[in-house]
């Protein structure tokens, strides 16, 4: 609150009173400024409503808040910030608590997931033996989701915790570059997604087609076109007044929210085609019907996560009732703050060329040691003999 009062600098709480006017209140979500009795005012939805409306286009929505003719303040009407969640508001769920606690599972989701990826990333750069183009591929797909984690914790610290919780709404400006930043590397996530699938395609149906597939292809697809489609929009993106952080919706967004789309449906395509392959290969083996069921899950449980074909189930939310609302919000929450750690894991820690590179430098790292240490016995072994010498002499 004192942040509040010194942000329209008024030091003297009854001074309004001569102005005419409401003081400066903080509500627990927005500073509002001072203004005429009878009078309402308008401010942008704070980002505990916007983060969790959309990961990356946001709602539009403000919020008002009215001056009573006795200088005291009307509750702000913080419903039309739910344009997703209005049912639920409406029901008289604590849906703002939901909304915090999602909220954080975004930012713990993040930045586990950044701490993992580098890791992985980390081992990939490590160890030579592991450069071929599918690691290649791997690692580029590591990078832009650790990229993407990285922009939206920028994005998420600036917007949040410098801009709203400190009222410094003119100070930033020039926070619409983490927004284009969050946007590009979302973007690419899905294009190095797509590499992924057309090289798993073309291993599986075409296997002595693959040298046609080199590194330079691959990243003019994940890291070319989704600059040039994220630049394409925020250049024919319309100024909006008051939007220095470019959060509002735009319909230049759907210059790469449209591929985005087209490359789930694709990539549902490669999904299957390599299922069936995966079927029709199995039911040529001795395995046990169990067995083979197992080995068709697991496949799935691998490609969905490679493929980002779990995305298809965050396109159409459910519209009613509340509570399958609810629970999609949060799984959609989960899922997309931790995908860069189910990929990690994956593509990383469960890897057998990985895990033999890792073992390998444990079983090097511990020869060394033991080598170090029987020499540190021999020294100390021979200085207690040649003290013993001198003594008996």
């Not at 003119?170 to 996530?189: N, Q, R």
């Not at 290969?281 to 799935?300: C, D, H, P, R, W």
């Not at 997309?336 to 079983?363: P, R």
Request: hydrophobic share 45%; net charge positive.
């Amino acid at each position: 609150m004192d942040e509040c009062l010194l942000r329209w600098n008024y030091t003297d709480i009854e001074s309004h009173i001569i102005n005419d006017k409401c003081p400066p209140n903080f509500d627990g979500f927005n500073c509002w400024p001072p203004i005429l009795i009878n009078t309402s005012v308008s401010l942008p939805c704070p980002p505990d409503f916007l983060i969790i409306e959309n990961d990356v286009t946001f709602n539009d929505s403000v919020v008002t808040r009215y001056c009573n003719a006795n200088f005291t303040w009307d509750s702000a009407q913080y419903a039309e910030c739910l344009s997703n969640y209005a049912e639920l508001y409406s029901s008289g769920m604590p849906i703002l608590n939901h909304l915090k606690a999602m909220y954080y599972i975004y930012w713990i989701g993040y930045t586990v997931s950044f701490v993992v990826l580098l890791t992985s990333l980390a081992i990939f750069i490590k160890y030579r033996s592991l450069w071929c183009l599918r690691n290649i591929i791997h690692s580029n797909l590591i990078l832009c989701f650790a990229c993407q984690c990285a922009t939206w914790i920028a994005y998420s610290t600036i917007v949040y915790e410098i801009i709203m919780k400190h009222f410094l709404y003119e100070s930033v400006k020039y926070c619409f570059i983490a927004t284009i930043l969050l946007k590009y590397f979302v973007t690419a996530g899905f294009f190095w997604m797509f590499v992924e699938g057309l090289y798993l395609l073309v291993s599986v149906r075409f296997s002595f087609q693959t040298h046609f597939i080199n590194y330079t292809m691959c990243a003019i697809i994940g890291w070319g076109i989704p600059m040039l489609l994220v630049i394409i929009s925020s250049v024919t993106r319309k100024k909006i007044p008051h939007d220095s952080c470019w959060n509002e919706p735009s319909k230049s967004d759907y210059i790469f929210l449209g591929p985005i789309v087209f490359i789930l449906i694709v990539n549902l395509f490669i999904l299957l085609v390599v299922l069936k392959v995966l079927i029709k290969q199995l039911k040529v083996t001795v395995f046990k019907e169990s067995e083979k069921m197992k080995k068709i899950a697991k496949g799935l449980f691998v490609l969905c996560p490679l493929l980002g074909t779990t995305y298809i189930f965050t396109l159409i939310p459910p519209q009613h009732p509340p509570w399958l609302k609810l629970t999609f919000s949060y799984s959609t929450t989960v899922l997309t703050s931790t995908q860069g750690i189910v990929i990690a894991v994956l593509f990383c820690f469960s890897h057998s060329e990985v895990l033999f590179c890792i073992k390998k430098s444990c079983s090097q790292f511990m020869e060394k040691w033991r080598l170090r240490q029987s020499n540190c016995y021999i020294k100390l072994f021979d200085s207690l003999s040649e003290g013993i010498k001198e003594t008996t002499c």
